[in-house]
């Protein structure tokens, strides 16, 4: 009777350390973190930077990753939230602000495609200089054999601008002109969209893509805009705010920074449409979560 009884403990205390073990290790990334059924968008707070993280069922996107010296804010978010893996990392523009912990963010994670316009066209040292920086990291640690990581051009095979899913959220560059002087107006515009809901990013974009987009009739709607170039009077006009027509807009920017982003005229603007605003300074890391329809927004301040 005893023994039996010992041996029924026994069992039920193995039963439980296997079901916690079972738990602890085998917690996938999309265990620990999200519902595969939402698309969530994470504003990391970069300061005077930009890096979006974006995650729908297995995958994950980072747009842009901060000034060099934001690399180990980045890579400490995406662990602490359980992330190792970028499937695509897609570098805007090589301003430092965007491109600067590149070579972190891939040394660091296992990038598996990055996305960046032709080197051809850089034309500014800044540009460059973060460029040869990228490449001679991935050279020196031999990324591209030993993890595989692959550099995508913004253009596919048919000449056309790149669009692919991000789980089954589906991401299109929608905007490129590499050959502009402006190094801001350069910038990979791009719309994600999942289900009902989209979100468009403008990089640094200026009033000049805005226009051009305008022109071409290019669908620029969406339910959340990413403020172009840090919420800068240089980019957002009114015209193209309501071609927009979207209910939050995002801005990346530093608190008291020395450009005095975002500027008044910009945020009058949105005001006037009604729009919400999150901002970085003001709600630090800020991340939108949508079922495909609905928007919920979690700030940390
Ligand atoms: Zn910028």
């Not at 430092?96 to 912990?101: E, F, L």
């Not at 920086?133 to 253009?155: C, E, G």
């Not at 620029?220 to 006009?237: E, F, M, N, R, W």
Request: with cysteine; aromatic share 10%; hydrophobic share 40%.
């Amino acid at each position: 009777m005893r023994k039996s009884k010992k041996m029924k403990s026994f069992l039920f205390i193995a039963l439980i350390l296997i079901f916690l073990f079972h738990n602890i290790f085998s917690l996938s990334f999309s265990d620990v973190l999200h519902e595969e059924s939402t698309l969530e968008i994470h504003m990391i707070n970069v300061g005077q930077s930009e890096s979006f993280l974006i995650i729908q069922g297995n995958n994950t996107m980072l747009i842009d990753t901060g000034e060099i010296f934001y690399g180990k804010t980045i890579v400490k978010y995406l662990s602490d939230i359980g992330i190792d893996r970028i499937d695509y990392l897609v570098i805007t523009h090589f301003h430092r602000d965007h491109a600067g912990s590149a070579c972190r963010i891939i040394n660091s994670l296992n990038v598996r495609n990055v996305i960046y316009m032709d080197p051809k066209y850089f034309t500014t040292v800044q540009e460059k200089f973060w460029y040869t920086n990228f490449q001679l990291t991935i050279a020196l640690n031999n990324l591209l054999k030993i993890r595989h990581t692959k550099i995508l051009s913004p253009y596919d095979e048919n000449h056309s601008l790149r669009k692919f899913f991000v789980g089954e959220a589906k991401f299109e560059i929608i905007f490129l002109d590499e050959q502009n002087e402006n190094v801001n107006d350069k910038s990979i515009v791009s719309k994600l969209s999942f289900r009902d809901f989209s979100i468009l990013f403008m990089g640094d974009a200026e009033l000049e893509v805005e226009k051009e987009m305008l022109d071409s009739k290019i669908d620029v709607s969406a339910d959340i805009l990413k403020v172009g170039h840090h919420g800068s009077s240089t980019s957002t006009s009114l015209k193209f705010l309501k071609a927009v027509n979207p209910e939050y807009a995002l801005i990346s920017c530093g608190v008291n920074n020395r450009y005095g982003h975002p500027h008044i005229s910009v945020l009058k603007k949105l005001e006037s449409q009604k729009i919400k605003i999150l901002r970085t300074d003001l709600n630090g890391n800020v991340v939108i979560i949508s079922d495909g329809k609905n928007v919920e927004v979690e700030k940390e301040k």
